[in-house]
């Protein structure tokens, strides 16, 4: 090899690692899109609850709030069925606005209509740091299956557990900074400013979330493929066997 052709070969080295790394991004953009729902999962997240706290704010009637919001999250998932798209985003929605529309019936008071959610908001910051300390990130959890690696990432793969580790941490101190914004608001707020508050409160931190674990993905190691490792062994498996019987 001469000494021309070494930078050569090195340029297109690291033109090839360049490729790589974009395409890695890529790829955990998508992957973050499809596990969160992209815009129209923000848009099914917040739609209701801003109904709900629109109609109060007119008219102070909890009932018609509180059917709106119920009526729209269900429409969402119609939608969604017409479409033939996953529904599993709306579903959640229609759950968390029925908990809710039942709260607040219940007690008769408006602000109940979102402390399912507030709770629900508590006990996951709290599952994502658990995990984290128990070595089991549960960001780790929910995009493994995402990425087509499982749980491959937790033994054979201690850079992306990390990158895991750290976007699990980042979630569960984002959620619970909101939540020690919103649980006193609770108290001290009337229905209208805190409705608001939460509506405002509802996509800049999930945004920041989403960005951090992007952030912390895209520098670790790609994910291992564990579904075309078990095509590829299947597949060497089926030959050795059509050898096999070649041989008698």
Request: proline share 5%; glycine share 8%; charged share 20%.
């Amino acid at each position: 090899m001469t000494s021309l052709d070494k930078p050569t070969e090195d340029a297109q080295r690291d033109t090839q690692d360049a490729r790589d790394t974009q395409d890695s991004r890529a790829v955990t953009e998508a992957a973050l899109f499809d596990a969160f729902g992209g815009l129209r999962g923000m848009i099914e997240t917040v739609l209701p609850g801003l109904l709900f706290v629109t109609i109060f704010t007119i008219n102070k009637d909890l009932h018609s709030a509180a059917i709106a919001a119920l009526g729209v999250s269900i429409l969402l998932v119609v939608v969604r069925l017409a479409m033939k798209d996953t529904v599993k985003h709306a579903f959640s929605g229609v759950f968390g606005v029925a908990f809710g529309v039942v709260f607040a019936m219940m007690t008769g008071n408006a602000k109940d209509f979102y402390l399912p959610g507030m709770l629900y908001t508590l006990g996951l910051a709290l599952a994502y740091i658990v995990t984290t300390l128990a070595g089991v990130p549960l960001i780790g959890l929910i995009l493994g299956p995402v990425f087509k690696e499982n749980l491959s990432w937790r033994t054979r793969n201690p850079g992306r557990k990390k990158a895991y580790a750290k976007a699990s941490y980042a979630w569960g101190l984002i959620l619970l900074a909101k939540c020690a914004i919103l649980f006193p608001l609770y108290w001290w707020a009337d229905t209208t400013q805190f409705g608001w508050v939460l509506i405002a409160l509802k996509i800049p931190p999930f945004l920041l979330a989403v960005w951090l674990t992007w952030v912390f993905l895209a520098k670790a190691p790609p994910p291992i493929d564990v579904f075309a490792e078990m095509e590829a062994a299947e597949k060497a498996e089926k030959e050795r066997q059509a050898a096999g019987r070649s041989a008698e």
